[in-house]
């Protein structure tokens, strides 16, 4: 592949994942089985028990010597060990740059360019920069339960966003003040969510996404003001918020638009779509997409069976 990784808009299927150079309209594909993680260096593949992890890259092929599940973002390569109690940043060879080990498991992870944040059992937040240096940390509480659920740190670093504790559960931001962070609002969901979450930052840094399984939370930062999204039937879930339905927070798409993906159905027969919602409003709808992929102006639908490519894209 000689494609210029700037060009290259990677992506995720069930079972394939790949390269789109958007300059040429080239697309590389590669079959895989188990679970695996890519970024525009390489991609690696693992099992369900967190072994024998194969890293791909430029260099060509590895053994990664480690227990661990994989986690790639915003140029972050982390490994998380197995027993959830540490995590090591690595290099594109699988080398160990630096590591941490903590004394409760790790719950939540997200990260932006210049930091990543991990949020553990006991509550406590943990907060690097890219050398694994800490920026910042809060300490565990000790009130009821607070361990924390879902992290999510905004593209420019600006803003941490956490889902916290068990009631009441609360969400946490902090705000990046010279060279740390500042607790800047705490506010108590009215409704208790399911204790799994993922988190999706909109790019303009108004408002986060949490799909706490059946339910999705807006959260407007800077209004300071919690809302749970209401979709109808046609437009992505159900009114009645029916329990086969899951939701996974994916990715931002650029602006104020959130990309989130919707299963339903019993595990044999599951359907699925990806929703990009605009401010917590059904924006687009993208009925049996898996996954979604975004860069330059490129927006690719991922299916089982193909890839949508939406050239132009200006949410």
């Not at 299927?13 to 080239?26: F, K, P, Q, V």
């Not at 690696?44 to 092929?61: F, P, V």
């Not at 009114?239 to 044999?268: C, H, K, M, N, Y």
């Amino acid at each position: 592949m000689q494609s210029s990784p700037d060009a290259l808009l990677s992506f995720l299927g069930d079972s394939e994942l790949g390269y789109i150079d958007i300059t040429a309209n080239r697309l590389y594909t590669q079959t895989y089985q188990g679970k695996a993680a890519i970024d525009n260096q390489g991609w690696i593949i693992y099992d369900r028990l967190a072994t024998n992890l194969q890293l791909y890259g430029r260099d060509g092929q590895s053994r990664v010597p480690a227990y661990a599940y994989p986690w790639f973002k915003a140029s972050w390569r982390i490994l998380v060990r197995a027993d959830q109690m540490g995590i090591a940043r690595i290099n594109g060879q699988g080398a160990i740059l630096w590591e941490k080990e903590f004394s409760m498991p790790v719950t939540a992870l997200d990260a932006s360019s210049q930091v990543i944040a991990v949020g553990l059992l006991d509550g406590s937040l943990r907060v690097f920069d890219v050398h694994g240096a800490p920026v910042f940390s809060v300490g565990a509480g000790f009130q009821n339960i607070r361990a924390i659920y879902g992290v999510a740190v905004s593209g420019d670093s600006k803003y941490v966003v956490v889902l916290k504790g068990l009631s009441p559960q609360k969400i946490e931001t902090y705000r990046h003040s010279e060279s740390s962070y500042i607790k800047i609002s705490e506010s108590t969901l009215k409704q208790q969510f399911a204790l799994q979450a993922t988190t999706a930052f909109a790019e303009d840094d108004s408002h986060v996404i949490i799909a706490c399984g059946t339910q999705l939370i807006y959260y407007n930062i800077k209004g300071n003001y919690i809302k749970k999204i209401e979709l109808n039937r046609g437009e992505g879930g159900s009114a009645d918020w029916d329990e086969d339905v899951q939701f996974f927070a994916l990715r931002p798409t650029g602006g104020a638009t959130v990309a989130v993906l919707q299963i339903e159905g019993a595990s044999e027969s599951l359907d699925s779509e990806v929703l990009i919602l605009k401010h917590g409003l059904v924006e687009r709808v993208a009925p049996d997409a898996i996954s979604v992929s975004v860069k330059q102006g490129t927006l690719a639908m991922i299916y089982k069976d193909g890839i949508e490519l939406l050239k132009g894209w200006r949410p």
